[in-house]
């Protein structure tokens, strides 16, 4: 899993208009949850840049004032309109303890479907996962080189070690449409 660093600071006031001063000032306020008390601090808005627009999971390190925390990003809220950041979420990371987090989908593979005229769909993106933090992958392997026109890969066909996949089984992960103009001789066939 890859790593990135958060430099933050800590909050002395909380509420709305402080959140908001913070806001203004070009910081995310941010709850760093997990640990024996909730640690709330404030980091510059452009940090966030490489580890919420990219469908990449990272390990964070948090720089509050000194005091390191492993942790990784639980949630985001952005503004509805503008869509800047407004809060963000971190779990921190203990030894021993299992952590959630989606890991994002990687197709490999030449499907047959797709070379006799078929489309292939991804229908998931990223996949939830349990497990220590030292198992957890960059991304999870599909391999879609046995789909033909019509068939599909579900989460119960993906292996996968260490980790506990949380979605349901029957999910559709990557599929092969058929086109319109395939309809007909496929059918037939």
Same mark, same amino acid.
């Given at each position: ?17 402080? =959140?908001?001063?913070? !806001?203004?000032?070009g910081?995310? +306020?941010?709850v760093?949850? @997990? /640990? ?29 004032e ?21 809060h ?13 987090? =989606?890991?994002?989908? !990687?197709?490999?593979?030449?499907? +047959?479907?797709?070379?006799? @005229? /078929? ?16 198992n957890?992958?960059e ?15 579900r989460?119960?066909q ?19 449409e ?12």
């Open positions: 899993m890859k790593s990135i660093e958060i430099v933050g600071f800590q909050r002395a006031n909380l509420g709305r208009t402080e =959140s908001q001063a913070i !806001r203004a000032e910081n995310v +306020p941010c760093l949850y @997990g /640990g024996e008390s909730q640690v709330h601090f404030y980091a510059p808005a452009i940090l966030f840049r490489d580890l919420v627009y990219t469908p990449n999971v990272y390990e964070v390190s948090l720089n509050i000194g005091t390191v925390y492993r942790a990784i990003l639980q949630e985001t809220q952005f503004h509805p309109v503008s869509e800047t950041l407004l963000a979420d971190f779990l921190l990371v203990q030894d021993g303890k299992d952590v959630k987090v =989606s890991v994002p989908v !990687r197709l490999v593979g030449t499907a +047959p479907g797709v070379q006799k @005229g /078929g489309k292939l769909v991804t229908r998931v993106r990223k996949l939830r996962v349990k497990g220590p933090i030292e957890i992958p991304y999870i392997d599909v391999d879609v080189s046995a789909l033909d026109l019509g068939k599909s890969v989460v119960g993906i292996a996968v070690s260490d980790i506990t996949l949380l979605e349901d089984a029957s999910n559709p992960v990557a599929s092969i058929i086109p319109r103009a395939l309809r007909g001789t496929v059918s037939a066939k």
